[in-house]
Every structure is written in C-alpha cells, then in structure tokens.
Nanobody
Framework: QVQLLESGGGLVQPGTSLRLSCATS????????MGWFRQAPGKEREFVAAIKPNGGSTSYAGSVKGRFTISRDNSKNTVSLQMNMLKPEDTAVYYC??????????????????WGQGTQVTVSS
C-alpha cells in the first residue's frame, strides 16, 4: 500500500523558515521523482518544486525559486522542502507527490499518481 505522509507544517511569521518532510512507503522510492504542490484557499493546486529520482535535477516554481529547496534521502525514503523567507502568499496546504517524471513533466500534476494528505502552512504576523 502506497503511503505518503507530510509533516512539519504550522503557523509562522513572515520572513521565517519552515521545513516540510514527507515520509513514504509502499513503492520503490529511489525510482520515482518527487514533487511538492500547494493549494491556497480558493485557488487551484499549483506546482512548487520537484526532484528527479537520483536527486540530480530539480525544478521550482518561479514564485519560490531562491527561497525554497527540495531534497531527498533515498536511504530513508523521504523528501523534504526547506522554505526560507516565507511570505503570507505562501500560506497553503502543501502536498508531496510521487511519479515517474521526466524533465518535461516535473511540474505537471497528472504525472504524479501518488499523493499525500497534505500539511497546512500558514504565514501570518
């Protein structure tokens, strides 16, 4: 049974940092690309970041590039998202996802068949 479990969300002030983690099981993690997506209230879910199976290639949405860093540990079947310089507009439910992605599909939700339940991130003063 495939499972993805996000953790690390919370309420933080603008300008601070937060690290999200996603623990996975039930599939061959090292053979899958991993992505982070988010959905803000009243908005559609959007791409945040992705990393290929060997960690050698990453992709970021323009709105988070330079502030967020995605990483993975294939020995622990986990993927993380380090979020720095958080802004109120980063407030959303953050989801991790797994898929056999290629470069052209890293930001496409349809390329990820496996999804976690999400973790809430709220950035507010």
């Amino acid at each position: 049974q495939v499972q993805l479990l996000e953790s690390g969300g919370g309420l933080v002030q603008p300008g601070t940092s937060l690290r999200l983690s996603c623990a996975t099981s039930g599939f061959a993690f090292s053979g899958y690309g991993m992505g982070w997506f988010r959905q803000a209230p009243g908005k559609e879910r959007e791409f945040v970041a992705a990393i290929k199976p060997n960690g050698g290639s990453t992709s970021y949405a323009g709105s988070v590039k330079g502030r967020f860093t995605i990483s993975r540990d294939n020995s622990k079947n986990t993927v993380s998202l380090q979020m720095n310089m958080l802004k109120p507009e980063d407030t959303a439910v953050y989801y991790c996802a797994a898929g056999r992605i290629i470069t052209s599909t890293m930001s496409s939700q349809s390329a990820y068949p496996y999804w976690g339940q999400g973790t809430q991130v709220t950035v507010s003063s």
